[in-house]
């Protein structure tokens, strides 16, 4: 209002002046700077103006996201559904190899506009993420010797499951049906066996443990970490009973060792929803339950995804694979 006495040309210099000032890009992109090789990480990009989908590039890969309308408060709203204060997002979770020797990748998001005219705001953004490693200590244990030397007349199997798993790893869903934290699918007694452990079998190295082990006893509930679609549920030599459940968009869980599977496969489950039950089968040392974490086909550490729970209970024997 001060500048009316300057008269009106000083005013739309003015008006101007604020116009320009805004950010032309209208895309904004949130992911870490910093990531432990073996974890996986959540990138949302965000935009004021409509888009389609975000197409994120990542270890040479490239996975298109449909965006969602939100309310600035960060709520998901139907598609179609229009409001004054609206925003769309895309979001991903990302893994980081836990054998990978780049020191960092850089990260680019390219967004599908919904109107031709705010393609140019749209400009794709590129963020470098490094990375880092976390102490991964060895662990010995004591199996069936089966599990370190498969008898002869097992190599078909094995390879066969290797095939089953590959398979149900590779079924595309574009639905986004997970969401952070991801439930607990034991009640937490604590870990025994963490992600990324070089383990020693009976005296033999056997690579690294690619799974989180939860203490819990033998019969308890195991249940789904997310909404999803169950991709596999079967018997496999080394997981024993195993469950898959594919949650979209690159994101699976799976859930080993089970005594008993109480879902089948193409089944619908919803997040806290009874899949099977903590078992012993497979190569173990006891019950209790192996969580496994697969983002955009690779093994990531799911313990930092897991919703908290007040700790603990007693602590009972080390209980493994
Ligand atoms: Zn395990």
């Given at each position: 209002?001060?500048?009316?006495r300057?008269?009106?040309?000083?005013?739309?210099?003015?008006?101007?002046?604020?116009?320009?000032?805004?950010?032309?890009?209208?895309?904004?992109?949130?992911?870490?700077?910093?990531?432990?090789?073996?974890?996986?990480?959540?990138?949302?990009?965000?935009?004021?103006?409509?888009?389609?989908?975000?197409?994120?590039?990542?270890?040479?890969?490239?996975?298109?996201?449909?965006?969602?309308?939100?309310?600035?408060?960060?709520?998901?709203?139907p598609?179609?559904?229009?409001?004054?204060?609206?925003?769309?997002?895309?979001?991903?979770?990302?893994?980081?190899?836990?054998?990978?020797?780049?020191?960092?990748?850089?990260?680019?998001?390219?967004?599908?506009?919904?109107?031709?005219?705010?393609?140019?705001?749209?400009?794709?953004?590129?963020?470098?993420?490094?990375?880092?490693?976390?102490?991964?200590?060895v662990?010995?244990?004591?199996?069936?010797?089966?599990?370190?030397?498969?008898?002869?007349d097992?190599?078909?199997?094995?390879?066969?499951?290797?095939?089953?798993?590959?398979?149900?790893?590779?079924?595309?869903?574009?639905?986004?049906?997970?969401?952070?934290?991801?439930?607990?699918?034991?009640?937490?007694?604590?870990?025994?066996?963490?992600?990324?452990?070089?383990?020693?079998?009976?005296?033999?190295?056997?690579?690294?443990?690619?799974?989180?082990?939860?203490?819990?006893?033998?019969?308890?509930?195991?249940?789904?970490?997310?909404?999803?679609?169950?991709?596999?549920?079967?018997?496999?030599?080394y997981?024993?009973?195993?469950?898959?459940?594919?949650?979209?968009?690159?994101?699976?869980?799976?859930?080993?060792?089970?005594?008993?599977?109480?879902?089948?496969?193409g089944?619908?489950?919803?997040?806290g929803?009874?899949?099977?039950?903590?078992?012993?089968?497979?190569?173990?040392?006891?019950?209790?339950?192996?969580?496994?974490?697969?983002?955009?086909?690779?093994?990531?550490?799911?313990?930092?995804?897991?919703?908290?729970?007040?700790?603990?209970?007693?602590?009972?024997?080390?209980?493994?694979?």
């Amino acid at each position: 209002m001060r500048y009316i006495r300057y008269g009106c040309g000083m005013v739309l210099v003015m008006c101007m002046a604020v116009v320009t000032a805004l950010p032309a890009a209208a895309l904004t992109l949130e992911a870490p700077g910093k990531v432990a090789r073996g974890d996986a990480f959540l990138v949302s990009v965000m935009s004021n103006t409509p888009l389609r989908s975000v197409t994120f590039s990542w270890f040479g890969k490239k996975h298109r996201i449909a965006a969602v309308p939100v309310n600035m408060g960060g709520q998901a709203r139907p598609r179609g559904v229009s409001g004054r204060h609206t925003q769309w997002r895309a979001s991903i979770l990302l893994p980081v190899p836990l054998d990978c020797k780049e020191s960092g990748q850089n990260l680019t998001a390219a967004a599908q506009v919904e109107y031709a005219a705010d393609a140019a705001a749209a400009a794709p953004i590129v963020k470098h993420v490094a990375f880092y490693d976390k102490k991964r200590p060895v662990q010995k244990l004591n199996v069936d010797k089966k599990f370190v030397t498969p008898p002869a007349d097992q190599a078909a199997r094995i390879k066969a499951d290797r095939e089953r798993v590959r398979a149900a790893l590779a079924k595309r869903l574009t639905e986004h049906c997970w969401a952070l934290p991801f439930h607990r699918p034991v009640p937490d007694r604590g870990v025994s066996s963490l992600f990324g452990l070089k383990r020693v079998f009976n005296g033999q190295p056997r690579g690294v443990h690619k799974g989180l082990d939860l203490r819990a006893p033998q019969g308890q509930a195991v249940t789904a970490c997310a909404d999803g679609i169950v991709a596999l549920a079967g018997d496999l030599y080394y997981s024993g009973n195993a469950v898959y459940i594919n949650h979209g968009e690159g994101v699976f869980t799976s859930y080993l060792h089970l005594s008993k599977i109480l879902v089948r496969e193409g089944q619908r489950v919803r997040r806290g929803e009874t899949v099977g039950l903590v078992g012993a089968t497979g190569r173990v040392t006891g019950p209790h339950l192996h969580l496994s974490l697969i983002v955009q086909g690779e093994s990531v550490d799911p313990q930092p995804f897991l919703a908290a729970q007040p700790k603990p209970v007693e602590k009972k024997h080390e209980r493994q694979n």
